[in-house]
């Protein structure tokens, strides 16, 4: 509840601020009907520093959509029974106090089947949510039928996980009912932060890939694309993480436990899919609505839930066999039980292949569904002028070989028409270098699990070599690179990012380094081979971003209604280039001290939910130090842990005096490390034992603490992000594609730390070199740096030192610490710690000398935000429809006029 608490004005949203901020005019609610299609003004009172008669406009308020005299589409034939239906429910939902309140009391009731005068804050939250998809459900079904009725093309973006945080107030603020819908619930007895607390992360992610396709439905929608998400309905996330006695131990992250009331269970839409070439199993869709920012239309995120094909055999039952009777019904259920089951077993290997091929499927037939109802004796050639897959990583890749069985056996196109379909079609975005990131399927497992795709597969290699062969001869290096398939015999292996590349139209990084990196080391037999036949615009880069809406406006209330005060409009929310108005506000006294103000403002609110949650106290004019993401290796959790050590070492050698000098640090790292992940389980243990010392030592505590943050999700992550002073995106060069956390710190006031990778390159060009501390190996750097690793290059000795220190017990039994330690150590260092250790220290000691100087600061933070308008995943997603899906805006027709 404490993480809800202090996100009752947060997750409101900016418009949630301006009623607190703000007076509104009392004739707003009594405007006569003419003047309902202009957009709602709320009058600012003027604030301290900035500017003043500040004015906040929406042009597309559920609110006004709401009042009488404002009628939905009517049909367009002149059918009785059409027309009588249109008759009965015509108008919107009503979003008066009042009618929020009798529908609320009604779902509790007549839904759920509560007692209406004596409910709990669950069933009050999950009556408030029924009453707010209702207002969804009717967007949702108006913004269809208009993308029906133009035939408009339509973006299908394939992503295996969707993180999409909570619900309830991020649909409140987009549809303008944050304050009408607050208001109801107080005269019932109920608050919006209680009903807030009540709702669980929606457990479809895991880390920046999920995020980042939530933020890219919510900009989609905001930006009136007709486009849909389309991914697993999982039964349970990856996993709930806790502590026990100093590791990492996971449970079910069970988030379904008291249902989802945001999704609409489809049982009119179900597609059969098959495995083993005969057990079918049926995909059954569940949608949830997607509400855009400011804006009629409301697009929708499909999830796959899997059923049996037979529910029971009968038979079987019958003669007391219960566990055979039931065995294609659990079968079926498995598939999407889970998110990333632990792939270390060939069963776990076995099941996440199902849980791709699975989601696929449906959506292919989904989406040929689609297109055929849309428009009666449609050509095949037209598919792809009317559809447009993205593919999100590797995962849906198998896209390109079901999608020509889908034409070519069920449809009966033949293969060169089919061919030009799909690659015309599929466009794919790479999220990563690593090599164990680009899947690779055995060839075994695909000829037992999916043998009609692995022909299909076999055939889309045999017709692409001779291509290839046409172009580079009998080049047997580049023969091989190309391949779809690699290995012989029993370690025959099917690569799913080459089958993605020859199947898509586009390929696309998601930063400029990354983009060249794609082309230079992960792909580049295939460049060449597509530049000797003259495309060269094949592979291109588009930046990640983050949405605003949440990120900003939502999750830091202070500091948005500080910007919004400044520009003199709210219209940054939609637009973040106008973030570069506040740059001249940098020496502006009065506008940099509320700066401070809105940060020490949030960093009560972490302070608060630390101690209500980990029963640590954090002092809050220490410098916020943040590191929270997945936990892996190549991201250098582990560089941040050891130079705490250092710098614990470094204060335990002082005099009492000494340490008055010193600027004092509270450092925060978060993240899971997946179940199979030894090493970085044990850089997880390493960080708690380290904490656990640093934190009860009453000689250092005042000066330096370390708290880990467990289970890292959406909802904490909203609190921790806007409390940061800085954060770390410590990476090795060459090796984080792009980023996206990095940019959701900096927008929020903090300064970032870290290596020239990823997005980080592209943020310190936004935001000028002396607005972020960067150290290490640049990319070009890397080979050499990894050859003098191996060839044994003496260590730091205040590396050395640190060492020693865990090898000494300090922290615990120094065996647990082993596996991190030898990695690094006999040439193992693969992400280069040591290299980049002294150039870290030098850059953490920056950082505490510019921390000092409070005006100083208060401007690079100030700079850094203006400076981050490039980093919205509107402008993100414009660049996708503009250069890859080439499709245009389908906005709703405004029915107030």
């Not at 509104?24 to 003043?52: D, S, Y």
């Not at 913004?143 to 909570?166: I, N, P, W």
């Not at 039931?326 to 089951?341: D, G, N």
């Amino acid at each position: 509840m404490v993480a809800t608490k202090f996100l009752l004005h947060s997750v409101i949203g900016l418009a949630a601020v301006a009623s607190l901020l703000l007076v509104q005019l009392e004739a707003e609610v009594h405007a006569p009907q003419n003047l309902m299609n202009k957009p709602r003004v709320i009058p600012m009172l003027r604030l301290k520093g900035g500017q003043g008669n500040v004015r906040m406009t929406r042009t597309a308020s559920q609110q006004d959509l709401s009042k009488p005299g404002v009628a939905r589409p009517a049909p367009k034939d002149k059918d009785a029974r059409k027309q009588k239906i249109w008759e009965l429910s015509k108008g919107y939902k009503a979003a008066d106090k009042e009618s929020i309140q009798r529908s609320i009391v009604h779902h509790v009731e007549h839904t759920l089947a509560c007692d209406r005068y004596n409910f709990d804050d669950r069933s009050a939250y999950r009556g408030t949510a029924l009453a707010v998809r209702d207002h969804l459900v009717e967007s949702l079904r108006d913004t269809k039928a208009h993308y029906f009725q133009q035939d408009a093309k339509r973006v299908c973006y394939l992503s295996l996980e969707f993180l999409m945080g909570r619900s309830l107030l991020n649909c409140l603020s987009n549809l303008d009912l944050q304050k009408p819908y607050k208001e109801a619930l107080e005269e019932i007895g109920y608050k919006l932060e209680d009903m807030v607390d009540q709702e669980k992360d929606a457990a479809l992610g895991n880390g920046g890939l999920g995020r980042l396709a939530a933020c890219f439905l919510d900009s989609m929608a905001t930006l009136n694309l007709p486009a849909w998400g389309y991914g697993i309905r999982y039964e349970h996330g990856m996993f709930e993480q806790r502590i026990k006695d100093g590791v990492q131990v996971e449970f079910p992250d069970t988030w379904l436990t008291h249902g989802n009331p945001w999704e609409v269970q489809r049982l009119d839409i179900q597609y059969p899919v098959t495995f083993y070439g005969s057990e079918k199993v049926i995909a059954v869709a569940y949608d949830t609505p997607i509400p855009g920012y400011d804006t009629l239309n409301t697009n929708a995120l499909r999830l796959w839930s899997a059923m049996p094909d037979q529910d029971i055999d009968l038979a079987k039952f019958n003669e007391g066999d219960y566990q055979k009777a039931l065995a294609s019904r659990h079968r079926a259920l498995e598939i999407t039980q889970v998110l990333y089951p632990n792939d270390n077993n060939w069963a776990g290997k076995e099941l996440r292949l199902k849980q791709q091929y699975f989601f696929v499927s449906a959506t292919l037939q989904d989406v040929i569904k689609t297109f055929l109802d849309a428009k009666p004796g449609r050509k095949w050639d037209e598919l792809a002028e009317k559809v447009a897959v993205q593919l999100n990583d590797t995962h849906p890749s198998i896209g390109v070989a079901e999608l020509m069985r889908l034409l070519i056996d069920v449809h009966g196109v033949g293969w060169t028409l089919a061919w030009s379909i799909v690659t015309k079609v599929f466009a794919y975005t790479n999220h990563t270098v690593l090599p164990e990131a680009l899947e690779k399927w055995p060839v075994s497992l695909m000829q037992s699990l999916l043998p009609r795709i692995m022909e299909i597969i076999n055939e889309i290699n045999r017709r692409w070599m001779n291509e290839v062969r046409e172009v580079m001869g009998d080049n047997h290096d580049a023969l091989s690179k190309l391949s779809i398939l690699e290995g012989e015999g029993e370690h025959r292996m099917v690569r799913m990012a080459n089958l993605a590349v020859v199947g898509s139209h586009k390929v696309n990084g998601v930063a400029a380094i990354h983009a060249e990196i794609v082309k230079t080391d992960v792909f580049p037999a295939f460049v060449e081979y597509y530049k000797r036949r003259g495309i060269t615009d094949k592979f291109i880069g588009i930046t990640n971003g983050v949405t605003p809406r949440r990120w900003m406006a939502q999750c830091n209330p202070e500091l948005s209604a500080l910007i919004t005060k400044c520009l003199g409009t709210e219209k940054w929310v939609r637009d973040l280039s106008l973030l570069e108005g506040l740059k001249k506000f940098a020496d502006d006294e009065k506008v940099l001290e509320e700066i401070s103000e809105a940060k020490l403002a949030n960093k009560k609110r972490l302070a608060k939910y630390v101690k209500d949650t980990l029963n640590v106290e954090v002092d809050v004019n220490t410098l916020f130090d943040v590191q929270v993401k997945r936990i892996h290796e190549y991201k250098r959790q582990l560089l941040n842990i050891l130079q705490v050590i250092h710098r614990y070492n470094e204060l335990k050698k002082m005099r009492p005096a000494d340490r008055e000098k010193v600027q004092p640090r509270t450092i925060f790292i978060g993240g899971k490390a997946a179940a199979g992940y030894f090493v970085a389980k044990r850089i997880i243990a390493l960080a708690v034992a380290v904490g656990k010392v640093l934190n009860s030592d009453s000689d250092t505590s005042k000066y330096l603490k370390l708290v880990f943050i467990p289970n890292y999700r959406v909802g904490n992550a909203q609190i921790i992000i806007p409390a940061n002073d800085i954060s770390e995106h410590i990476s090795t060069a060459g090796t984080e594609a792009s980023g996206t956390s990095n940019m959701k710190f900096v927008m929020n006031g903090g300064i970032i730390i870290g290596t020239d990778d990823g997005a980080n390159i592209e943020i310190k060009e936004n935001v000028g070199e002396d607005n972020i501390f960067i150290f290490g190996a640049k990319c070009h750097e890397i080979a050499d740096a990894t050859r003098k690793m191996k060839q044994g290059t003496q260590w730091d000795h205040r590396l050395v030192d640190v060492f020693k220190t865990i090898r000494s017990g300090k922290f615990g039994n120094p065996v647990d610490f082993e596996p991190v330690l030898n990695s690094m150590e006999n040439g193992n260092d693969r992400y280069l710690l040591a290299h980049d250790w002294a150039s870290y220290l030098d850059a953490q000691a920056k950082v505490d000398k510019a921390f000092g100087d409070r005006r100083g600061w208060q401007k690079k933070c100030l700079l850094a935000v203006a400076g981050m308008g490039f980093f919205s995943t509107d402008r993100t997603i414009q660049e996708y429809a503009d250069k890859i899906w080439k499709i245009s805006p389908c906005l709703r027709p405004d029915p107030r006029g």
